[in-house]
């Protein structure tokens, strides 16, 4: 791999880890205020929010500027939003400016990746930043967790500033005072990103030029007979596994009665299976194998509805892991075909993009429905057993699409997989 490389993993690690304490600190601000049940929920969709508006944007500004530039911008605003759940805005408002600042970190994180390597090298590549991520999940949610557990916030709130008023007096609010800091030291790292010097593409004057583009390229990657299959299945994966983190933290509180610093330890527990997944993945299968892996998540959708029958930890513990292992199996290769088509069809930036849009808009969707439904008064069993129907029914079917495809067009597949082996081998 390219130096560069790792100084993308770096502050994609301290980026990851912030977003995910950050996480856990909203939803117990949320709690600390009172606020209904339902908007602890809501954090989840607020979060997508900028990524579905801003899909045509956001992909053609990262192609349009060095992308080490942005990801520093990108980190700036969620730093804002930091700063406004400390100073009085809405928590549900202010993660929304967090997202918003993901939204555009993202197509600039992966979209380097295309610049910076080979294809030979992106399943590896994949699959190193996935399970780094994945790594960031694990510590974040255990870091927010004891942010806000009591020995560590007695001692941050003991702390006290001559003559200055800092208005941090609850544990969630000096978890994420701590976490600003995090937020700065993946900035530093942008900032030494190494310029790819693939050529940039300018945005038009008028903005709204970018609309029609960005649909063109939906199109484009929904009619491409490799891109749409890797598509839908990641969009499914992370619209699912974006909800998820929140699931998990209800079905402990509901069956083991766990509080929220000991079930963000469950959190943890799952994207510690992923990060397995996603490193075995990126050592065992090629470009051209990715469409093999798609049983994995009817399997998963069948793990998902038996949490409803556990209630011990010793047994939720490895059952989760399992659960989180077959989603980084399936996820790695997947999102590696489709950069490698986006890539191939309309530049990296727009791409991911593209990605992210149908990504987020699954999370929204499904997101948004969980909180109505938590909001009429759905259990974390019910909405456990939901999900899992949806995973393991849409992989099915995905799977039913992928092999008419295979009947239909298949000498156009084995020439797409050629270009992907070929180039493999240089």
């Known amino acids: 791999m390219k130096r560069g490389f790792y100084t993308i993993m770096a502050a994609q690690f301290f980026s ?9 600190a909203a939803v117990e601000l949320l709690k600390t205020n009172g606020a209904p049940k339902w908007q602890p929920a809501a954090l989840v969709p607020m979060f997508a929010l900028f990524y579905v508006v801003l899909a045509p944007f956001v992909g053609a500004y990262a192609d349009a500027r060095p992308k080490g530039n942005v990801m520093f911008m990108s980190n700036a605003i969620k730093i804002v939003g930091c700063l406004m759940m400390l100073f009085g805005s809405h928590p549900l408002l202010a993660y929304a400016i967090v997202g918003l600042g993901a939204a555009a970190y993202s197509p600039a994180k992966y979209g380097i990746l295309t610049e ?4 030979s090298q992106l399943v590896k590549a994949n699959g190193w930043i996935e399970g780094l991520t994945i790594s960031s999940i694990i510590l974040g949610v255990l870091l927010g967790g004891q942010l806000v557990g009591h020995t560590v916030s007695h001692l941050l709130l003991s702390f006290d500033f ?27 790292f942008n900032l030494r990103i190494p310029d790819t010097g693939v050529e940039m593409r300018p945005m038009p004057r ?26 839908a299945t990641t969009t499914l994966f992370w619209g699912v596994s974006g909800n998820l983190r929140y699931i998990v933290l209800a079905w402990s509180a509901a069956a083991l ?17 992923t990060a397995i997944g996603a490193v075995l993945a990126s050592m065992r299968m090629r470009l051209d194998q990715a469409a093999r892996v798609m049983p994995l998540g009817i399997a998963m959708g069948v793990l998902v509805m038996l949490m409803n029958f556990i209630n011990n930890v010793w047994v939720a513990a490895p059952f989760l892991i399992l659960l989180g292992g077959l989603g ?9 075909l489709l950069q490698h088509r986006g890539h191939n069809l309309m530049g990296a930036g727009r791409s991911i993009a593209v990605q992210n849009f149908n990504e987020q808009a699954c999370i929204l969707a499904l997101g948004a429905g969980y909180s109505l439904s938590t909001g009429m008064g759905l259990s974390a069993f019910g909405a456990i057993t939901g ?20 009947i239909k067009h298949k000498e156009q597949l084995d020439h797409l997989l050629n270009i992907a082996r070929s180039d493999k081998l240089h």
């Not at 990851?16 to 856990?24: E, G, I, P, R, T």
């Not at 600003?180 to 993946?186: D, E, F, H, Q, T």
């Not at 995973?391 to 092999?403: E, N, T, Y």
Request: hydrophobic share 55%.
């Open 162 to 188: 001559p003559f200055i008023d800092t208005g941090v007096n609850t544990p969630a609010e000096a978890a994420i005072a701590v976490l600003i800091s995090l937020y700065i030291a993946a900035a530093w």
């Open 328 to 336: 980084g199996f399936l996820v790695v290769p997947m999102n590696a």
């Open 387 to 406: 999900f899992g129907l949806v995973v393991a029914g849409f992989m099915w079917l995905i799977q039913r699409w992928h092999k008419n495809n295979c």
């Open 16 to 24: 990851s880890l912030a977003d995910n304490a950050l996480f856990v």
């Open 116 to 119: 910076l390597l080979p294809a």
């Open 206 to 231: 008028n903005k709204l030029e970018l609309l029609p583009d960005f649909w063109n390229c939906n199109a484009a990657l929904w009619r491409d007979k490799l891109g749409q299959i890797s598509l």
């Open 257 to 273: 009665g766990y509080s929220t610093t000991q079930a963000s330890s469950l959190v943890g527990v799952v994207a510690i299976g």
